[in-house]
């Protein structure tokens, strides 16, 4: 019993609410990748262990699978504070967050960087509440600006949207090579 | 002298010059703005600045990394807040400071204090570089495995309190970088029989999801906060001479911040640590530490601004980074074919002091900008904070997409930046997945290489660098055993004597625990 107390002790730790959830999805994670070990990494014939290919991703996931156990411990002996429904429902909100983000990235083919950069930082201006006409005017021009220093300025690799294509010959090219 | 001279020569170009000053004063604005810091600035602007010459790229991050504590320290003590993580400690005695009505003082310290951790660190540096380039070639692949695995028993330990969190997000690091074609045989690793894996996930993908994407999605989802504060008035060039009256602390912070940067895995905290400790003990009034002591603030920039040259060794000389940033610039180097390491120390010193030298001007940059536009800055850091979490939202879809147009790598990252929210929130460490990506692929290659020499165990003992780095293993994970055991013992004893009780009657959390 007085081991059992001490083997508590020593894993004691800070546990913020949801800490149990992660700590069990995690081992699950890491059950799931050692039970694909073995068809997902190879053992060649005729090579020395550590020039194996499969060495390196055995190392790896036998490592987090250890850790992520001995955490799943410290997580059940450690004091809880509640709020885990709560925690968890902050993680998924950040999900809308990251669903704009992937429907800005599927835009900037299509309609072009510059449309889309200033479509997504205005909606998100107005998503997060702020509707003052400074507001508004400063995400616009937000927007232009991230595209004039890093599409027109920097010229980094971000291909043309479709849409340029039916803009006026005089200004297509121009679209194309800085917007 | 040579090879200075070479490093200036490279350096007089409108380019590295104009990178420099880009770096450096962009480094203090973002620095000044909490919840931004160097990690996600440098994390959006790596792939912009895979265009550019290699030392022209360097040189802007270098910038940013190097200044951004600088620009953190403002917040830190007019409001409380540090710009950056590691500016946590000037909140101790600054914002007291502050509160007393001596913000000027404060601040005036601050700087004069983290300009000359800043150039103590550079001028070893350059010492040391004809040491660094006598020792480095003596690093083969066997002792480069060996440092990289010193590396990551550091990053775990050093997490302490969080030790099995870091050590499942360090191997979840290296199982990352496993992912995809295996170099050597081709032969597919986790890739459940999915093409877009076949290329791995890259580092900058994970990069800009646990940092920038996260920290926008923590921004935008967090609670609206608008910082206030007066405007600072007078001079801040008081500072230098009151920084002359506290050269000892300053000096062995500065000292101390050179010796934790140089380690893999240490970084800032343990140098701020260390020298905060240092100075409190030796200080003659011990009492006013946390509650504005000029010794305590002196000490914690000092110490914080000499990591970032220093952390500059084991990335420069051994291509072994020892903390997330310095890992992200060894995606730079990569990328421009120059490959860091015992041969860029033989082959390009040149190259390596015109690195130092830039280093050196960007803290002349910075003190200058600070000193002349410290209330401009203070303007900056009022950015209602769910604006900036859109604005950095906006500018990580550059970091992502600019590498190779992939959707895939922005949804990849979005679920990364999901993740990195998650661990933020839940308090876990996320630098050791991104060192475990890094020293991971280290590992693998060079132990791969180093096997062909090795035919028995006792072969690893057969070359004085690899004894040292394997005695050096076994010292920090044997003294880490020790201490916890100790510690442990202790609090035994502290809860028999019933020193320890908590609430209802148990004894509450260990932070000095696994």
Known sequence: ?179 | MEAILGGIQILMSWQVLVALLIGSVGGVIIGAIPGVGAAVAIAILLPATFAFEPIVGLTVLLGIYGSAMYGGSIPAILLNTPGTPVNALTTYDGYPMTKRGQAHRALSLAYSASFFGGVFAIICLILFAPVLAWVAPNFGSREIFLAALLGIILVILAHRGQIMAAGMMAFLGIFLSTIGLEPARYTHRFTFGQGWLTSGINLIVIVLGLFAISQALLLLLDKERKPESARVEGSLWGGFVELLGLKRVAGVASSLGVMMGTIPGVGEFTAQFLSYTYAQKTSKTPETFGDGSPEGLVASECANNAVPAAAMIPLLALGVPGEALTAMMLSVFYVHNVIPGPQLFQNEMDFVMALYMAMLLLNVIVIVFLLSSTNLLLKITQIPTRFLGMMILVLSFVGVYSLRNSAVDCALAAGFGVFGLILKRLNLPIVPIVLGVVLGAIMEVKLRSAIARINEPLDWFNRPISVVLILLILFVVGNHYRAVLLEHRQRVQRAADGELKGREGEAPVAPEGF
């Open chain 1, 1 to 179: 019993m007085t081991r059992l107390k001490t083997f508590q002790e020593l894993f004691k730790r800070d546990r913020r609410p949801g800490d149990l959830v992660f700590a069990v999805l995690f081992l699950g994670f890491c059950l799931f990748l050692l039970a694909n070990l073995r068809s997902q990494a190879q053992w060649l014939d005729n090579t020395a262990t550590v020039a194996q290919p499969a060495f390196w991703p055995t190392v790896a996931v036998i490592g987090m699978s250890f850790f992520a156990g001995l955490h799943l411990i410290g997580s059940m002996v450690s004091p809880r504070i509640p709020g885990r429904l709560k925690e968890g429902i902050f993680w998924l909100r950040s999900a809308e967050y990251a669903v704009y983000f992937l429907i800005y990235v599927w835009s900037v083919p299509i309609v072009g960087y510059l449309l889309s950069t200033i479509l997504f930082s205005l909606f998100l201006t107005v998503r997060l509440g702020y509707r003052s006409r400074t507001a508004i005017i400063m995400s616009v021009l937000f927007g232009l600006s991230v595209v004039l220093v890093f599409r027109t300025g920097l010229q980094v690799r971000i291909p043309p949207g479709q849409f340029y294509q039916y803009l006026p010959d005089s200004i297509r090219t121009f679209a194309m090579v800085y917007l």
